[in-house]
C-alpha cells in the first residue's frame, strides 16, 4: 500500500501534467484560432480606415455583454454543479438564463432600431448593413458565455478548443470571400463574425446537449444569486477593463483615428490568446477542489507562466510593431504602429490580475469586490478627463490596469496569510 505522502506527490503530479495538457491544447487552440480571428483583419487592406473603424465599433459595441462575467459564472455553476450532483438544478437555471437573455435582446434590438438615426448620425454609419447584420450577433453574443461556461465547468477542453477553431476559421472564410469576392467591406465582416459564431453555438449546444436537455428541478435561488452575482461584478469589472477604451475612442477621435487605435488594439488584445487559457484551465480545478475541500498548487505557476508570456509578447510585439501593422494593414495605418508599445505594455497589468482575480473568485472570495468597485468608475472618470491624444488615452488605461493588479495582488496576498494563519 503507497504511503500517504507518495500517493498526494503522485496525485499532485498527475493533476499537474493534465492541467498543462489541457493548457497546451486551449493555448494552441486560442493562438490558431486567434490567428484565424486576427486574419478577418488583413481585410482592412480593402477598405478605408473609417469603415474599418466602423467593424471596430460594432465589435466594441457587442463586447458591452458581459460575455466573459457570464462564462465565468456559468463554469463555477457547472463545476459546482457536477462535483455535487446538482446537474438538474442546471438544467433549470440553463432555461431560465436564456429565455430571459432573450427577452432582454428582443428588448434592446427594438430600442436600438428605435433610435438607429441617432445611432448612425453619432457613429458616421454610411452604410447601415453592417449595423443590422451585429444584431443577430448580439443575441449569439448573449447565449454563447453559457454553452460554452457549461463547457469549460465540465472541464471539457477538447471540445471548447474545437469551437474557437471552427468558429473563427469560418468567420474568417465568409468574410474574405464577402469583401474580397463582393466589396461588402464592414458590411462583409460583419457577416462573417455572425456565421462563425453561428457554427460555435450550434457545436457547444450539441456538446452540451445532456446538461441543458435533460430533466430539471427548481434552483436554490438565493444560493444561486450568492454565488452568481459576485462572479458577475468581479468579471464583469474586469471585461470594463478589457474592453471599454474603445467606446471611449470612438467618442473622443475622428473616424480614422479609431480605425488606427481599433488595429493596435486588436494586435495588443492578441496577448489574451496566448495567456488567457492557463487561467480558463485553472478556474474550473479551483472551484472544483474548493468545492471538495481538496488542495491546490497550480495558482503560483500559472501566474509566473502568464508573466513570461506576457512580457515577452508584449516587447515582442513592441519590436515588430511597425512590420505587422504594414503586413497586416498596409500603410495606410502606419500611425497604429506609434500606439503598440503603449498598448502592448497595457495589457500585461491587466492578464496578470486576471489570473489573481479567477483565483479568489473560484474560492468564493470576494473581498476584492469593493475594490473593484470604486476602481471601476474612477478609471471611466479618468477616461473622460484624459484623452487629448490616443496616447494619453492609453496611458490611463495603462495605469488603471496596474492599480488593479496591485489591489488583486494585495487581497490574494492578505487571503493567503489568512490560510496560512488558519494552518498554524
Request: hydrophobic residues 55%; positive net charge.
Amino acid at each position: 500500500m503507497p504511503e500517504p505522502d507518495k500517493a498526494l506527490s503522485e496525485s499532485s503530479l498527475r493533476a499537474r501534467g493534465e492541467f498543462f495538457r489541457h493548457s497546451g491544447w486551449m493555448m494552441i487552440a486560442g493562438i490558431i484560432g486567434g490567428t484565424f480571428a486576427w486574419g478577418v483583419h488583413f481585410l482592412a487592406k480593402r477598405m478605408s480606415p473609417a469603415e474599418y473603424g466602423l467593424f471596430g465599433a460594432l465589435m466594441a459595441l457587442t463586447m458591452c455583454v458581459p460575455a466573459m462575467p457570464l462564462q465565468m459564472a456559468f463554469t463555477h455553476q457547472t463545476a459546482s454543479a457536477v462535483a455535487g450532483g446538482r446537474e438538474r438544478q442546471l438544467a433549470g437555471l440553463i432555461r431560465v438564463f436564456c429565455g430571459g437573455a432573450l427577452a432582454i435582446w428582443v428588448i434592446v434590438v427594438l430600442a436600438m432600431v428605435a433610435f438607429r438615426r441617432e445611432i448612425f448620425f453619432r457613429w458616421e454609419v454610411a452604410n447601415p448593413t453592417a449595423f443590422w447584420v451585429m444584431l443577430p450577433f448580439l443575441l449569439i453574443t448573449m447565449w454563447m458565455p453559457v454553452l460554452s461556461g457549461m463547457l469549460q465547468g465540465r472541464q471539457n477542453f477538447l471540445w471548447l478548443g474545437w469551437t474557437a477553431l471552427i468558429s473563427s476559421g469560418t468567420r474568417v472564410l465568409i468574410a474574405a470571400i464577402a469583401v474580397l469576392g463582393f466589396g461588402a467591406g464592414a458590411a462583409g465582416m460583419m457577416t462573417g463574425v455572425l456565421i462563425g459564431s453561428l457554427a460555435g453555438l450550434v457545436l457547444t449546444l450539441w456538446q452540451t446537449c445532456d446538461l441543458w436537455s435533460g430533466s430539471s428541478e427548481p434552483s436554490n435561488w438565493r444560493q444561486v444569486l450568492r454565488e452568481t452575482v459576485p462572479l458577475l461584478v468581479g468579471f464583469g469589472a474586469f471585461q470594463l477593463f478589457f474592453s471599454v477604451d474603445t467606446l471611449f475612442a470612438k467618442a473622443y477621435f475622428g473616424a480614422e483615428e479609431v480605425g488606427y487605435y481599433t488595429s493596435a488594439g486588436i494586435l495588443s488584445r492578441a496577448l489574451m490568446w496566448v495567456v488567457g487559457p492557463l487561467a480558463q484551465v485553472m478556474f474550473p480545478r479551483i472551484v472544483h477542489s474548493h468545492a471538495k475541500s481538496e488542495k491546490t498548487d497550480i495558482v503560483p505557476l500559472v501566474f509566473a507562466g502568464t508573466a513570461i508570456l506576457a512580457i515577452v509578447g508584449a516587447v515582442g510585439l513592441s519590436v515588430v510593431g511597425p512590420w505587422v501593422i504594414h503586413f497586416v494593414y498596409g500603410s495606410q495605418f502606419a500611425t497604429a504602429a506609434k500606439l503598440l508599445p503603449w498598448y502592448a505594455a497595457a495589457m500585461v497589468p491587466l492578464t496578470l490580475a486576471n489570473v489573481l482575480l479567477s483565483n479568489l473568485l473560484a474560492r468564493g472570495s470576494y473581498r476584492l469586490l469593493p475594490f473593484l468597485v470604486a476602481l471601476a468608475p474612477a478609471y471611466l472618470l479618468g477616461i473622460t478627463q484624459f484623452h487629448a491624444s490616443m496616447i494619453q488615452l492609453l496611458q490611463v488605461f495603462g495605469v488603471a490596469n496596474t492599480l488593479l493588479l496591485a489591489t488583486c495582488a494585495y487581497v490574494n496576498w492578505r487571503e493567503h496569510k489568512a490560510r496560512k494563519d488558519e494552518v498554524s
